[in-house]
């Protein structure tokens, strides 16, 4: 059985037409890093609220280890549900030290027990020698080791993380990426977390749901969700891939940049998905549909060049020996199938 | 993500609101109780319009003579490599431990007959007195509000903008008139907007400069007559001018939200060399200073030594006593409503809250005599029986400071934010062991300055004792009020330099609570 079930959750902020989070569900299997991917606004943030218990939402179900903890006119209160939760910006008690914020959780220890339980996690977070210290004479990187020591502390069920990596600087969050992956795998720890950010999700995650609007687009593995995108909105949030609409003829799509194959037979008006890496440019031919690059932006490795169509535009990833300057006609040709998409 | 605020809140919340627009209301209903003909002889008489020439042009005066003075104090001591800079800031904020009253009785008691002045010189000296001695007093009194303003502007002004003016072509000249001056006008406006209040209700400089300003005549109304209606109207008239002026300053204030663009920290400003202009720095700092601290502490100081100062210690301890007994529980509550106040504006925002926390601020901004009439007005017509009591005292002491408490829970929640309410609640907490183990301690600082705050403010304060205290009551301020106001000089110097002393210590007190919480 799933660790943590979430079924049909339904949030509506006062004052808003828009439901915030609009019939969700999703499961999180045990030992697992669940990634919650989306736009600002998609609803991440408050699905993982409702799941610590600090919002209520105004229908569907939550159940964490078992227990039902929302939702069946149960309700188990934030403080009484075993989750931890690693905010965002941290959210350190500023009046106790390093060490007092880890204890904090850790009432359910007989007293002599707690310093001793606090230390082994400051150490193993290499923060011992800041354990006196308070949370405002810390940097960055230390704070967030602090917030995700106090969250781990009581062994929760699950840990939640609000956009872990947002506050930290870029040159940081490789590092800090590949250390906490580490010991949630050491100890075998589910956790849940929320970004905006695809390379971090894909980076992180055992598994990606991909939010859009309050509802969950489609979930997979980094690999899936990259390679076989469901619809239109995973495609390009995803790798931003090019997204072009066409007539289907069974095995291929006519589209504005000429014949593509597909990855499985369609008829009528089709959607693919063509990652920019995934296409090739050449000298432009007499009866083939061209295009006219119209940038070229050097990125050292590579290449980014937009080409425009008559009635579509394309991004194309090539390598430092692209031939082609802006202006120059050129022709766009697949080199892996398109993906149809919804 | 909004909530309904609970009711714990929204309850004292409004009470506060309540209480503090009834009395105003009834002022205005008391006004209007008369037959129009009266009426209109009341509002169209010609004092009405000297008295508000007087008022306007006090203001102007102070708040004049307070920027020609906290502006250069504030550049010189943010700006320059002037030696000594921290002494002269200390220097700078010093007068406000004086309240006006003390440093008109000061400024008053240096030329008195057998004054310090005339036991140098043999003759008294210059009498400064009516509107030059009001304006003097209430300048000594209110530069440091200025200057503070203008010290923490100059301080936090990022100085890459004047690096730009420079490199777009402007010499330094232009560059302070057009990028530095500019910058300053919103925290000015400020600082300009609680002069103009301060000075709008002072009761206490302007009565013992015998100057009459609206606060002033509308004292003298109302102890001269029974017929309270011209002295509804006054109050209303002063309520009317703060209104108007407090409005227009909003407005501006509003247009002009200045905030730095960009991101990282804002660098360090060089100091600009003094050079040959150090010495005329110091001399008009050695000035300043003068006039500000040593005048009235030499005042002061003088009459203790004077035959009179220590005939009645008993009734220095009475008064003390007074002044505690009304000032401790207003601090009390004024600090306890503040933190249902700051909770529904920081954690509720909506047109309601909004609402009911400006009506704290209006209780501030209300003259205190105008406020104290209104609570006269209400009392004796709906209750009688709480007619100069003690407890309406505290009551209107603790709705007219309650803003100055506010602010400090404000800023202490700015800390105690939900998020640090909710880690406490995922780690096991509920919510009364939360607030008690995490949201306290946490405003327990801010809580501390706002009771300092308000107990420093009913400590010193005037005008609301006179009107509202009960019969035969003693405070440090009454007692010395009426010391003066008899020429008493050397009886009135033990209670100025008690409120002297106690302001000091109260405000070192506060500046040390705040200088640790950095």
Not at chain 1, 196 to 225: K, N, S, Y
Not at chain 2, 375 to 389: D, E, I, M, N, S
Not at chain 2, 424 to 440: D, I, N
């Amino acid at each position: 059985m799933s660790l943590l079930l979430v079924e049909d959750l339904f949030l509506r902020f006062r004052g808003q037409a828009r439901p915030a989070v609009d019939g969700l569900s999703f499961a999180v299997e045990r030992g697992e890093i669940f990634g919650l991917l989306g736009p600002s606004g998609s609803g991440k943030t408050s699905t993982l609220r409702m799941i610590a218990g600090f919002e209520r939402p105004e229908r569907g179900r939550i159940v964490l280890d078992g227990r039902a903890i929302e939702g069946d006119g149960a309700f188990v209160p934030p403080e009484r549900r075993n989750v931890g939760f690693v905010f965002q910006e941290f959210a350190l008690f500023p009046h106790l030290t390093v060490m007092e914020n880890v204890m904090f959780g850790l009432h359910g220890l007989p007293r002599g027990e707690r310093a001793g339980r606090a230390m082994e996690i400051l150490e193993r977070a290499q923060l011992a020698e800041h354990a006196a210290r308070y949370p405002r004479q810390l940097s960055g990187g230390q704070q967030q080791r602090v917030a995700l020591a106090r969250a781990m502390a009581p062994r929760p069920h699950v840990i939640l993380m609000d956009e872990p990596f947002g506050s930290l600087d870029p040159d940081l969050r490789e590092d800090a990426r590949r250390k906490i992956a580490d010991v949630f795998r050491e100890h075998a720890m589910s956790a849940v977390f929320v970004t905006h950010d695809q390379t971090e999700a894909l980076g992180f995650a055992d598994r990606i749901g991909v939010m859009r609007e309050g509802r969950i687009e489609q979930v997979g593995t980094p690999e899936e969700l990259y390679n076989k995108p469901r619809t239109r909105f995973v495609a390009s949030f995803i790798g931003g891939s090019n997204i072009l609409s066409g007539i289907g003829r069974g095995d291929c799509v006519m589209t504005p940049i000429g014949r593509v194959p597909i990855d499985r037979d369609a008829t009528g008006n089709v959607t693919i998905a063509l990652r920019p890496e995934h296409l090739q440019l050449e000298a432009a031919t007499a009866g083939e549909p061209s295009g006219q690059v119209v940038s070229r932006v050097f990125h050292g490795h590579d290449l980014t060049i937009r080409v425009a169509f008559a009635e579509a535009e394309v991004s194309v990833w090539d390598d430092y020996r692209c031939p082609f300057r802006v202006g120059e006609a050129v022709r766009v040709r697949p080199r892996e199938k398109g993906v149809v998409v919804e | 993500m909004k909530r309904t605020p609970p009711w714990f809140l929204t309850v004292p919340a409004l009470a506060v609101g309540l209480a503090v627009l009834v009395p105003i209301g009834y002022l205005a209903a008391r006004a209007f109780d008369a037959d129009p003909a009266t009426l209109r002889d009341l509002v169209w008489r010609a004092r009405n319009l000297e008295l508000l020439a007087n008022t306007l042009a006090l203001a102007s005066v102070v708040i004049a003579a307070s920027t020609l003075v906290a502006l250069p104090l504030a550049w010189l001591t943010t700006r320059t490599d002037l030696p000594g800079r921290f002494v002269v800031t200390l220097l700078s904020i010093l007068p406000l431990a004086i309240p006006g009253y003390v440093v008109g009785y000061a400024l008053l008691g240096i030329g008195a007959p057998h004054g310090p002045l005339s036991s140098i010189f043999g003759v008294g000296g210059p009498r400064l007195s009516g509107f030059v001695g009001a304006a003097v007093a209430l300048t000594i009194y209110n530069f440091p509000l200025v200057y503070l303003h203008l010290r923490t502007a100059f301080a936090s002004m990022d100085p890459s903008l004047t690096d730009a003016a420079r490199s777009l072509g402007l010499s330094p000249r232009r560059v302070f008139e057009r990028v530095t001056l500019p910058q300053l006008v919103p925290a000015y406006l400020s600082s300009v907007l609680l002069v103009l209040l301060y000075v709008l209700g002072d009761f206490g400089v302007v009565s013992l400069m015998r100057f009459e300003t609206f606060s002033y005549a509308l004292y003298l109304q109302y102890i001269a007559s029974l017929d309270r209606t011209y002295a509804a109207w006054l109050a209303l008239m002063l309520l009317a001018i703060t209104t108007t002026l407090v409005v227009a300053e909003f407005r501006l204030l509003r247009d002009l939200a200045l905030e730095r663009t960009g991101l990282g920290a804002p660098p360090k400003a060089r100091p600009r060399r003094l050079g040959a202009w150090t010495t005329p720095a110091y001399a008009f700092i050695g000035v300043v200073a003068l006039a500000s601290v040593a005048l009235p502490v030499w005042s002061i100081v003088y009459w203790m030594g004077q035959r009179g100062a220590w005939t009645d210690a008993n009734e220095l301890v009475r008064s003390f006593a007074g002044s505690l007994s009304v000032s401790a529980p207003a601090a009390f509550l004024a600090t306890l409503l503040a933190v249902p106040m700051a909770f529904l504006s920081r954690r509720h925002a909506s047109g309601l809250t909004h609402v009911l926390e400006r009506s704290a601020y209006i209780g501030y901004a209300t003259p205190a005599l105008a406020f104290a009439l209104g609570w006269v007005v209400v009392v004796l017509r709906a209750a009688p029986w709480f007619y100069q009591t003690a407890a309406l005292l505290v009551l209107a002491y603790t709705l007219h400071f309650l803003a100055q408490a506010i602010g400090p829970v404000r800023a202490g929640l700015h800390v105690a934010t939900p998020r640090i309410e909710e880690a406490s609640r995922s780690l096991g907490l509920g919510p009364l062991a939360t607030f008690r183990r995490v949201t306290l301690p946490i405003l327990r600082p801010g809580l501390t300055a706002a009771a300092i705050l308000v107990f420093l403010s009913c400590l010193k304060e005037l005008p609301l004792t006179i009107i509202l205290s009960p019969l035969d009551f003693e405070t440090l301020a009454l007692n010395m009020y009426a010391f003066t106001t008899e020429a008493m000089f050397a009886e009135a110097a033990p209670y100025a330099l008690s409120i002297v002393l106690l302001s000091a210590l109260l405000t070192s007190i506060l500046f040390h609570k705040v200088g640790e919480e950095r």
